[in-house]
């Protein structure tokens, strides 16, 4: 081949297209809300609701989309890890409670940093020894992928009701970040706040990661094509199993923050985060970080806006969104391209 | 079987233990008299059809559903709301039939075509958010369905426990209308277990097997894969709602826990894994064992928790309270998948199965 030619075939590659629609798609839906909505303030308070919400269950979602993209494993028992980190928070915070209740932003944090930590530091190992154990043998076997974490997310989850028990354990929020700032008429709590800069921090890593640094270009390699990275020298299960770790820990995180949000916490939440993360995870295409972002705003928008005018259809509104963008687009907002 | 469908068990123990619970089942109500036996009986009849129905899917299909309690559902609610409203007559039931069947083979259809054309994972998780949506659907429009308290009706007087045929002193045992739905339900179960054991091995279920296993080759070899499976899809779904409406007639009762829970679809997929996926007998084994051990072996569960409490050991009452029943199940459940993948039947076949 001739440098002529070298350089014409890079002018034929064709340019990748940025798709900006479905990034408009959470605006026009606040936007479409608006006349509906009596008052300007309540429309402000619903949508950073609605913001939290989806920042929590992004958070919760983007680790297992990332896990699908790269290593084509759907974690069925990603809900355990959602719930086994809440439990976390519970155990940390426990013997803590004084610093909790302090009136001090210092003391709380320093009760609830450790609790993130500590959370998120035991959904990594058990999830390394999750994919180790449970899931390495089946790789590529989707049928047996299923099944088996399908039957871990029940283990998991009995085992949380043989140690805790049934009942709700209440996972109170420390002293500063209860209460809400007042803006004009809008009301808007503090912890919600909290969850979006935490949301678009974690967001905002993601991207950098992904886009900016060696893992990041390794990811996404795999992400199109396991093979020709391992063909290249490197170490896939290492990658597999680094991704797995960090994508439960994401998971871990997510719990804390939705059991902070609710203020208790239970055996069961992992099942019921487990369906509107794999909602969140359809709409913006299996694999895709940004889409999965873009959906969870969505559903938890849509969610929220819903319960306010019309309760009964806040129930299948998650639904309802799935099936309108998969008759848009089949595959997900942003369909990862190998898949 | 035979002429049914040339697809014998192949297995001398296998044929026995199938002939034993056929011959146990169909004269459940004089060899094991008393409510709780026939319950049972019953319940093995229902399990088993609707496994079979799921192992259509999951084992002749290749696809994960977790929608599966929702057809079932269907049917039940579609017979329990005919009779609740329109009082126990034979009519309300056919009509109910009538709207519940065709129901559940739109909503079947729908979701096939909605995610079968992309990834069988694509499908399993479309179906476990529909359902789960379904569930909150069922227990939230309390006008229709009764909500959380589900809808206690009557059933006509032919099948009323009341309705005594033949005196307990002429046989030993009473025939009644309870005798009577027993009836009921074990034959339509055994005629949708035959209808289904046909299917499989009709040429449409040889495809779907093709599709299972490559479906590349299939699709070269000029079958439609989204065609096949969303019919395998719909078929299925029939069939679960017809055994929800046998169920509803048997409980005279529907609710959310007996009809639709996320429980019962666990015990489903148990029983199919379990069983052995892919042989349709798998069903039969796996649901009698299955119904045995939960209505007896979970008794003993409690006996275990509660001597282990009473010698003070730690941690071990709470892990075999009969509630933790799931653990074991889901324990087994994930054995059985890496070690016995192909269940009990294919053990007695030889691995060859």
């Given at each position: 081949m001739s440098a002529q030619d070298s350089i014409d075939a890079v002018a034929a590659l064709p340019k990748a297209r940025r798709d900006l629609i479905p990034l408009l798609l959470p605006v026009a839906l606040a936007l479409a809300a608006l006349p509906f909505i009596p008052s300007s303030s309540t429309w402000v308070t619903l949508t950073i609701a609605g913001l939290a919400m989806g920042m929590m269950i992004f958070i919760m979602a983007s680790g297992l989309t990332l896990i699908f993209g790269l290593m084509d494993v759907l974690n069925f028992g990603h809900g355990a890890f959602i719930a086994i980190g809440a439990y976390m928070a519970v155990l940390v915070l426990a013997p803590l409670g004084g610093w909790m209740q302090a009136d001090s932003i210092w003391l709380n944090l320093a009760a609830v940093i450790p609790a993130v930590i500590v959370a998120m530091a035991v959904t990594a190992v058990l999830g390394l020894a999750f994919e180790r154990v449970v899931i390495a043998p089946v790789y590529g076997q989707h049928l047996k992928q299923i099944l088996i974490t399908m039957g871990g997310m029940i283990v998991a989850e009995q085992i949380l009701y043989a140690l805790f028990g049934p009942q709700q354990i209440p996972l109170p929020l420390p002293t500063s970040l209860r209460g809400s700032f007042q803006i004009g008429e809008a009301a808007i709590e503090k912890y919600r706040v909290v969850c979006v800069l935490v949301g678009l921090v974690v967001f905002l890593s993601m991207l950098a990661i992904l886009n900016r640094t060696r893992i990041g270009l390794l990811i996404r390699a795999g992400v199109e094509n396991t093979e020709m990275v391992e063909a290249l020298g490197y170490r896939i299960t290492r990658l597999f199993v680094g991704v797995f770790m960090a994508g439960s820990a994401l998971a871990g995180l997510g719990g804390v923050m939705w059991g902070l949000y609710r203020e208790q916490v239970n055996a069961a939440m992992g099942g019921e985060l487990l369906v509107l993360v794999f909602i969140v995870v359809i709409i913006g295409g299996l694999g895709s970080v940004t889409g999965c972002f873009i959906g969870a705003l969505l559903v938890a928008l849509a969610t929220n806006y819903a319960g306010f005018l019309v309760p009964k259809l806040a129930l299948i509104t998650d639904i309802a969104l799935m099936v309108a963008v998969l008759l848009w687009r089949p595959r997900g907002l942003y369909p990862v391209t190998s898949r | 079987m035979m002429p049914l469908s040339g697809d014998p068990p192949r297995s001398r123990v296998l044929a026995v233990a199938l002939i034993v619970i056929a011959v146990g089942l169909a004269f459940a109500p004089f060899l094991f008299p008393g409510a709780k036996p026939l319950n049972v009986a019953a319940k093995v009849c229902i399990f088993i059809a609707l496994a079979a129905s799921y192992d259509l899917l999951?084992?002749?299909?290749g696809v994960v559903s977790f929608a599966h309690t929702m057809f079932y559902g269907v049917g039940s609610y579609g017979v329990a709301i005919a009779l609740y409203s329109l009082g126990a007559r034979w009519d309300a039931i056919g009509l109910g039939l009538l709207i519940a069947l065709p129901l559940a083979a739109l909503l079947a259809l729908a979701i096939g075509l909605f995610?079968?054309?992309?990834?069988t994972i694509f499908f399993a998780m479309i179906t476990l958010a529909v359902a789960s949506a379904f569930l909150v659907l069922a227990s939230q429009l309390s006008w229709l369905t009764?909500?959380?308290?589900g809808r206690s009706f009557r059933v006509p007087e032919l099948l009323q426990?009341?309705?005594?045929?033949?005196?307990?002193?002429?046989?030993?045992?009473a025939v009644t209308g309870r005798t009577l739905t027993y009836y009921l339900v074990f034959a339509s179960c055994a005629a949708l277990f035959l209808l289904l054991l046909r299917v499989v091995n009709s040429p449409f279920g040889r495809v779907l097997q093709a599709i299972r296993e490559n479906p590349f080759r299939a699709e070269a070899l000029g079958y439609r894969i989204v065609v096949h499976r969303t019919l395998a899809n719909v078929l299925a779904a029939v069939v679960a709602a017809a055994v929800g409406a046998l169920n509803a007639l048997w409980l005279r009762y529907t609710g959310p826990d007996t009809a639709l829970s996320f429980n019962i679809m666990l015990d489903i997929l148990l029983i199919v894994v379990i069983g052995g996926m892919g042989t349709m007998y798998g069903a039969i084994i796996g649901g009698t064992l299955f119904v045995l051990a939960q209505n007896y072996l979970q008794a003993l569960m409690g006996t275990v928790s509660t001597a282990a409490g009473e010698a003070g050991l730690p941690l071990l009452p709470s892990l075999f309270h009969?509630?933790?029943w799931l653990l074991w199940l889901g324990i087994l459940f994930i054995a059985s998948v890496y070690f016995f993948p192909s269940g009990i039947v294919g053990k007695l076949r030889g691995g060859s199965g």
């Open positions: - | 999951l084992g002749y299909t995610s079968l054309r992309v990834q009764g909500g959380e308290d426990p009341g309705t005594v045929f033949i005196p307990r002193d002429a046989l030993g045992v009969p509630d933790r």
